[in-house]
């Protein structure tokens, strides 16, 4: 529940009400209301005993009537709000009786329900009454919120306060309004200030960090690059004992695909397949289709003409074959 301080003024009592939140006023103070005592000397002794925290809190006067005057209309200009007040006001000695007293003048809009059409709730007090209600509550250290009419539906939408304690009201909830403004504002700006300033030696920590571990990076890097040439060269030997195996591997394979009417004067080969052999045989062509038949080596091909042996010119024949793509 809002907190609020209410204060009812009839013809014949005042009472007050103090609210802070619970089910129940947590404050009660009741008067009856004579007619040789002035209404504000009545509200002053009503609220003399009130506790401190009503001083903090909205307050509202709820008028019964006869106090008030409250007529309900049709047809009015369909204007709200305080063009409706102020046209109400201008011709209040049509809709109120002053009895030559002057009027504080408030009006509302009902909005239609049901078969009830859309209507205007108006109401006035004397300005004498609005003045020693202002003064009353002044006299407690209170000021007025609201100022309306006790059991009238709408009500909420009535203003009955003298001009001049509105502006004191206007004025008293814009400056409430700049200063929670300005809290809110001073809130960031310090939030703002303290990430700021927790940032900046995040920022100088990071930095310092970095500083010292400069000599562990650079030695970091070291290794690595370390490691990196180590592994290239580990991949290298790697590679080389695997090119080994595979020359070896193909050294074998030719020898054996050899035919027995045939011999090796010089054997060149590489890893990439490409060989050079010289010798002599009864046939050179076969040593060729031998090698290309058992795959020994890639690409077999005689270089040149095949030249009789000068040291058995009837039996061999000297060849050249290559082998691969490319000589070795």
Request: hydrophobic share 45%.
């Amino acid at each position: 529940m809002k907190r609020r301080l209410t204060v009812q003024v009839a013809a014949d009592r005042l009472w007050a009400e103090a609210w802070t939140g619970e089910r129940e006023p947590s404050w009660r103070a009741e008067a009856p209301r004579a007619v040789d005592v002035p209404l504000a000397d009545a509200l002053q002794a009503l609220l003399a005993d009130a506790p401190p925290h009503t001083r903090r809190v909205e307050t509202q006067v709820l008028l019964h009537r006869p106090l008030a005057q409250v007529r309900h209309l049709e047809g009015l200009p369909p204007v709200r709000g305080r063009a409706l007040a102020a046209l109400v006001d201008h011709q209040a000695s049509t809709f109120f009786r002053k009895n030559g007293h002057p009027l504080v003048t408030s009006a509302g809009v009902l909005a239609a329900t049901g078969d009830q059409p859309r209507r205007t709730v108006m109401a006035a007090i004397d300005v004498d009454l609005a003045d020693a209600l202002v003064e009353g509550m002044a006299r407690a250290g209170l000021a007025i919120d609201q100022c309306t009419i006790a059991d009238l539906p709408g009500a909420e939408s009535l203003d009955l306060l003298p001009p001049a304690a509105r502006q004191d009201r206007d004025r008293r909830r814009w400056r409430s309004l700049t200063r929670v403004v300005s809290l809110a504002a001073l809130a960031w700006a310090m939030a703002l200030g303290s990430w700021a300033v927790r940032e900046a030696v995040e920022v100088h920590r990071t930095r310092s960090e970095l500083v010292h571990l400069a000599g562990a990076r650079k030695a970091l890097l070291a290794g690595q690059a370390v490691r990196h040439r180590a592994e290239a060269l580990l991949t290298t030997l790697d590679e080389a004992g695997a090119g080994r195996h595979r020359l070896q591997d193909q050294l074998l394979a030719v020898a054996a695909a050899l035919p027995d009417s045939s011999y090796l004067v010089t054997l060149a080969l590489d890893t990439l397949g490409r060989g050079l052999l010289t010798g002599g045989a009864h046939r050179a062509t076969e040593v060729v289709a031998t090698l290309e038949r058992t795959h020994a080596a890639p690409n077999p091909r005689l270089e040149g003409a095949v030249t009789p042996d000068p040291l058995n010119a009837a039996r061999w024949e000297r060849f050249t074959i290559l082998t691969g793509e490319g000589r070795p």
